[in-house]
């Protein structure tokens, strides 16, 4: 229902928890919040890796296999988009939610930098960011219109990338 439309009494309620006792261990809504986005991170970090890794051991492929987490997180009953994405558009900038939710991002971003880097990219500062924007287009299409195909055709635009990016290695010559 979005982060500012829950109000802290309902949260209270819904998870049985004693109104001091939730206060004991978040004495503000977005002290919640930020627990949740860092386990949020954990799981989706995870999960990138996990498909760059099932890629196998090229990172240019690894590029490409990242978009398979896509497919598992879009695909999850009940999924409502990015908690990042979802966070920041309901967060001011300069707030502890939109600077958690900027950190991961760039986290993400600084990864793909560098196995852009690895696989020999031109500019892997700028492939990092294509990648990454498409990588962000597919998880809100995942919740806009819940299209199957979409994390299939963010995966056939993210080799097109990555192939028009990386130079040839000397040894193909």
Not at 118 to 131: H, K
């Amino acid at each position: 229902h979005g982060i500012r439309a829950v109000g802290v009494d309902r949260i209270i309620a819904e998870s049985g928890v004693a109104k001091a006792t939730f206060y004991k261990h978040f004495p503000a809504k977005d002290d919640l919040v930020v627990a949740y986005l860092d386990k949020v991170d954990g799981i989706w970090t995870g999960q990138l890796h996990q498909a760059a890794a099932g890629a196998g051991p090229d990172p240019a492929e690894q590029l490409v296999g990242l978009f398979d987490a896509l497919r598992a997180s879009c695909g999850r009953e009940g999924y409502r988009g990015c908690a990042f994405i979802n966070a920041a558009a309901e967060s001011q900038p300069g707030t502890r939610v939109h600077e958690r939710t900027v950190a991961h991002k760039e986290a993400v971003r600084a990864w793909v930098r560098d196995l852009a880097d690895a696989a020999g990219a031109t500019d892997p500062a700028a492939l990092a960011r294509s990648l990454t924007l498409l990588l962000d287009g597919g998880l809100a299409s995942g919740s806009l219109d819940a299209n199957p195909e979409a994390p299939m055709v963010a995966k056939a635009s993210a080799r097109v990338l990555v192939e028009a990016a990386v130079s040839p290695s000397p040894e193909s010559d």
